[in-house]
């Protein structure tokens, strides 16, 4: 949520980020500024009837001790609280479409994300080389993965629809020795494990950003018996920036640095295109999400970290990527910045992201009042950060087309040797 100071202190700004995310927002932020006037004015005579109340209260039992008639003044008490019953109503409906505006303000982006959507995003750099594949033509990961036996895309649509597939034999064996390799690597790197619900609450998505705004996109769940209603996580983000909603940290506490296995359910991924075969787009995917709580100071540092581990985790697998800076447009709605980490998948000859890391500054934490108490006793709002480490469905058809063999055998990645307990996965 954009501090309510910015927009009264700069309202043309908060704008221009909306724009520069190719969104409207000028409508919204001028109803915020008269609502806040209002709210103001609202307060001022609160407090006014309030104090006139606190003054006759004082007066009344020292009449009362003289013999005096307090009827009079007792009548006019009882206007004075009708008047604040009434203003107390009234602000606080403003209060609550004010908060309801603030909600719907995306994050604004920072000052070097440049304006525009994805056409606008900027490769930072490449490592690696597009794999070359002599003396025979390659295959896309569908068909290796079913040569092999390693994905049942045809049980996993029975069992759950389109959008769905197995893990079996090998290949279930592969993407557990993903998971295990990214867990440890980041446990190394000092981060704690947290193994969060995936049923959470609307506060979660609220505090997220995903809400209001996206609630449609999101797989809800309704007990049958209760009035409970709640959501399947669409990543370990949602559960990890609300693990300290409401609370209030120590400086020494920070960074907290947090990483948690989670599978994803993502309901907007309803449209399979030719280029999104397999496993590059579903309703389900397991990933591992790095997060971290710093001070407002300290984020930029922790970015450049998140970004870091990413990509090392990509570069020892010995993939093919890019590392792409996003345009303001593609950055999520609560990010002021996004640097993507795409891996090139041979077979449909672009590259797709395995890993966004992005920087909400203080925005989430605005939305889940999570503060710090620095060392002059001031309570600040924390930052946040987050960054995928790794998603596995991309990874794995990347895998698998960029370590393909001429006899449709595929190396195993030498990190993953010792998880998996082969070299090569053979037909």
């Not at 506060?203 to 959501?231: H, M, V």
């Not at 990543?235 to 300290?244: G, P, S, Y």
């Not at 006793?377 to 393909?404: C, D, W």
Request: net charge neutral.
């Amino acid at each position: 949520m954009i501090d309510i100071k910015l927009i009264r202190n700069d309202p043309e700004k908060i704008k221009a980020g909306a724009k520069k995310r190719c969104l409207d927002a000028d409508a919204a932020v001028d109803e915020i500024l008269a609502i806040d006037t209002k709210r103001r004015e609202i307060t001022t005579i609160v407090e006014s009837l309030r104090a006139e109340q606190n003054a006759a209260s004082k007066k009344i039992p020292q009449i009362r001790k003289a013999g005096g008639d307090v009827s009079e003044l007792l009548a006019h008490m009882k206007k004075i609280s009708a008047k604040v019953k009434e203003n107390s109503a009234e602000l606080e409906k403003a209060e609550k479409k004010q908060k309801e505006l603030l909600l719907s303000l995306p994050n604004m982006p920072d000052d070097d994300v440049v304006a525009g959507g994805k056409e606008n995003n900027k490769p930072l750099h490449y490592f690696g080389e597009k794999p070359k594949f002599e003396g025979f033509t390659p295959k896309n990961h569908v068909e290796l993965c079913e040569s092999l036996g390693l994905i049942d895309y045809t049980r996993g649509a029975k069992l759950a629809g389109a959008g769905t597939w197995i893990y079996r034999g090998m290949g279930a064996r592969l993407e557990w020795a993903l998971l295990n390799f990214f867990i440890d690597e980041h446990l190394r790197d000092g981060y704690e494990l947290v193994l969060v619900p995936h049923m959470l609450k609307y506060e979660c998505g609220l505090t997220a950003g995903q809400f209001p705004k996206f609630t449609d996109e999101d797989y809800w769940i309704a007990n049958p018996t209760s009035s409970d209603r709640k959501f399947l996580l669409p990543t370990a983000e949602t559960a990890l920036c609300n693990l300290h909603r409401d609370e209030i940290l120590s400086a020494d506490e920070l960074p907290k640095k947090y990483i948690s296995y989670t599978p994803c359910y993502r309901r907007e991924a309803g449209s399979y295109r030719s280029e999104e075969r397999g496993m590059i787009r579903g309703h389900q995917f397991n990933k591992v999400e790095m997060f971290q709580y710093t001070k407002p100071e300290d984020s930029d540092h922790a970015f450049e970290e998140l970004v870091g581990k990413a990509e090392r985790l990509v570069q020892e697998l010995g993939l093919h990527y890019r590392l792409s800076k996003l345009a303001a447009g593609d950055c999520s709605f609560s990010m002021a910045r996004t640097y993507d980490v795409e891996v090139w998948i041979p077979s449909m000859g672009i590259y797709k992201e395995v890993s966004s890391a992005s920087n909400a500054r203080d925005y989430q934490a605005r939305r889940g009042n999570i503060k710090y108490r620095a060392e002059d006793g001031k309570l600040h709002y924390v930052n946040t950060l987050n960054a995928s480490g790794l998603a596995t469905s991309r990874v794995f058809p990347a895998i698998m087309e960029q370590y393909q063999n001429a006899d449709g055998s595929v190396t195993v990645p030498e990190v993953l040797r010792k998880y998996v307990g082969t070299d090569v996965i053979r037909p």
